[in-house]
């Protein structure tokens, strides 16, 4: 697709020749008096194209904005039917190159498209750019492409601004051909330069080509503004390049909300968590007030770090310059709560939002699943649907998720089946990898596997993945090699099959079998991620990393506390000693497990005072255990 294209579209002899005759008379005459057959239409008479002319002649009276307002907004009614006599010499280059007029507005861009024929000594680049931009503005990308290709045809030239506009137009109707060959005409009208043009070309390549295309049209630009920073940090943070979005952002002469907005919300998107943090704190020390747009993105880099005391800290902020918090802050809250185990901060949250959407009621089902309440995720997905909430794909994945992390085999099948029959389109493989999961987990093997034959694709690594780990929790050994055959054929560098198949010839006692899968892990260079946990206390951020014997740390008060609960746990294997010990229903037996723990098992000069902290602890471990 090209700018001879939208040239072709509208029927013209050559490239360069834009001559039209004027309407033929039978068509404004099949306006005024449509066809018997036509029964639904708009009547119009459209101006005379000569009373136009005349208006612009005497512009001088009458203001150039109601002139383009002829153009920027639809005027006057026009007829919703098309005639054989008004639009035969379009219809035929409208097969070959896919841009059509867009229905019934075609009348005013006729007019537009007529003013280059009868009055094009009236014509200025500043009207026609206003013209091209309101178009545009209407999303009418194709007309305002072909508007622009008449004008290169004409005696006008195109500024600065022109470029900008049709730039940005071409970005939207994902045409990165045609915005090539604008960037082709700026080149040779000596305006790849401008700030304005260089922008624009940022963000075209940025969107949709490459980021070395987007950082050669942003080193061509001469005096690069705010925006093009932005716009090039945003590319190279789109494309995982941190450090480089890092050293633009601190080559940046000056700095805006939008700016730092790009850093913290790239840094989230990119796993960069820490950093989305640290540059949202280094925003509110320079000054800067965050906006709608900020916080969302801080307090989403918060929860992925499970980082409740900066959490906390965002919500005030969000409430002491925002105010009143909108649903996108809002539902940030709720996830943000109960990822990090808060679940009634979390409902406060969702009390609290006035107008709570279907994102609202997804984060907390997601919640619920995330602290393995299913019971409670299910409750509420049944209230979401009692008040006309229409659930959609993310709604049936969390309600899966919270079954299955809750061991509710049946009530997840039931789900499933129901969305089967009523929603099909709601169903994606991710939630055919929850139901797998689901039946492996509880050990129903057969099941899984017929589901499996069942499904209406291939199964990928994932669900091999899952059935893996229903084996090793279960000790299936024949069933997870032939997982791990699977898993191995679709990527035979994937470490992770290896060991969890050891893990399970470890737990059943065939330790050559464990022997040969560590020598191959070796001969084939495959290296281990060690697992890591971590938790705040206090503002301290503790981690930890499976067999660290490098710990430095071994007196300090929550490792100690750690390493009691561990000990008793191998102590007390065969009973439910969190039963015996720890009542979730109650904050005060939670306080009075750990001093009983801390009795029985402290042998160093220490005085543990159940808090808050400790109990936040316990429950990090009790997750850590998979209880």
């Not at 094009?120 to 091209?132: D, N, Q, R, W």
């Not at 965050?290 to 919500?315: D, K, V, W, Y």
């Not at 694709?457 to 994932?462: A, E, S």
């Not at 042998?603 to 998979?626: N, S």
Request: hydrophobic residues 40%.
């Amino acid at each position: 697709m090209n700018l001879c294209d939208f040239c072709s579209t509208r029927s013209l002899c050559n490239h360069f020749n834009f001559r039209q005759p004027p309407p033929a008379v039978t068509t404004w005459n099949h306006c005024r008096h449509p066809p018997p057959e036509a029964t639904s239409f708009s009547l119009v008479i459209p101006p005379p194209v000569s009373d136009m002319k005349t208006s612009i002649q005497h512009h001088t009276k009458t203001p150039i904005k109601n002139i383009i307002s002829r153009f920027s907004t639809p005027h006057f009614p026009f007829c919703t039917y098309q005639t054989k006599t008004h639009h035969s010499h379009d219809k035929t280059n409208f097969l070959h190159t896919g841009f059509q007029p867009n229905g019934s507005d075609s009348i005013t861009f006729d007019v537009a498209c007529n003013m280059f024929d009868e009055m094009p000594e009236l014509l200025t680049v500043g009207l026609v750019t206003e013209i091209i931009t309101s178009f545009s503005k209407q999303s009418r990308h194709e007309d305002a492409i072909y508007l622009f290709s008449r004008m290169l045809a004409s005696t006008i030239r195109p500024n600065e601004f022109t470029f900008g506009t049709v730039l940005n137009t071409s970005t939207r109707l994902g045409k990165v051909g045609v915005g090539k060959q604008i960037h082709g005409c700026a080149i040779k009208t000596s305006l790849c330069s401008n700030v304005f043009v260089g922008s624009a070309l940022v963000d075209l390549y940025v969107k949709l080509s490459s980021i070395e295309e987007a950082q050669k049209a942003f080193e061509d630009t001469e005096y690069p503004n705010v925006v093009s920073y932005t716009t090039l940090i945003g590319g190279y943070l789109k494309s995982g390049r941190f450090e480089d979005a890092l050293r633009v952002f601190n080559e940046m002469p000056e700095r805006n909300v939008i700016s730092w907005n790009a850093m913290v919300g790239g840094c989230s998107k990119i796993g960069h968590n820490e950093e989305a943090v640290k540059f949202f704190i280094d925003m509110l020390r320079e000054g800067f007030i965050p906006n709608e747009s900020t916080f969302p993105c801080a307090i989403s880099a918060a929860s992925n770090i499970a980082s409740l005391g900066f959490g906390r800290s965002f919500h005030a902020c969000a409430i002491k310059f925002l105010g009143k918090l909108n649903d996108f802050v809002g539902n940030s809250l709720i996830s943000f709560y109960a990822k990090c185990g808060s679940m009634k901060d979390s409902l406060l949250i969702f009390d609290k939002i006035c107008k709570r959407n279907v994102v609202s009621w997804n984060a907390v089902i997601c919640g619920y699943a995330h602290n393995g309440r299913g019971a409670e995720a299910i409750s509420l997905f049944e209230r979401m649907c009692s008040e006309g909430i229409k659930p959609n794909k993310v709604s049936l994945l969390g309600l899966l998720l919270a079954c299955n992390h809750a061991g509710l085999v049946d009530e997840g099948f039931l789900y499933f089946n129901k969305a089967r029959i009523e929603s099909p389109n709601l169903l994606k493989p991710e939630h055919y990898a929850c139901m797998v999961d689901l039946l492996a987990r509880s050990g129903r093997f057969t099941e899984a596997q017929n589901f499996i034959r069942r499904m209406p694709f291939n199964p990928g690594i994932g669900f091999w993945k899952a059935i893996l780990g229903g084996c090793q929790i279960h000790h299936n050994i024949e069933l997870g090699e032939l997982a791990a055959k699977n898993i191995l054929a679709l990527d035979p560098d994937d470490v992770s099959s290896y060991v969890m198949m050891s893990n399970a010839h470890s737990a059943a006692g065939r330790w050559s079998d464990v022997a040969r899968l560590r020598t191959e892990i070796q001969e084939k260079g495959m290296k281990r991620i060690p697992g890591s946990s971590w938790i705040e206390v206090k503002g301290k951020v503790h981690a930890f990393l499976k067999a660290d014997e490098n710990n430095n740390n071994k007196n300090d008060e929550i490792d100690v506390l750690l390493r009691i609960f561990l000990l008793h746990s191998r102590e007390n294997e065969s009973s439910d000693w969190l039963n015996n010990y720890c009542d979730f229903s109650a904050i005060e037996n939670l306080g009075r497990a750990i001093q009983r723990l801390v009795t029985k098992y402290n042998t160093q000069i220490l005085v543990i005072t159940p808090t808050k902290e400790h109990i936040d602890l316990l429950a990090f471990y009790l997750i850590c255990l998979g209880t």
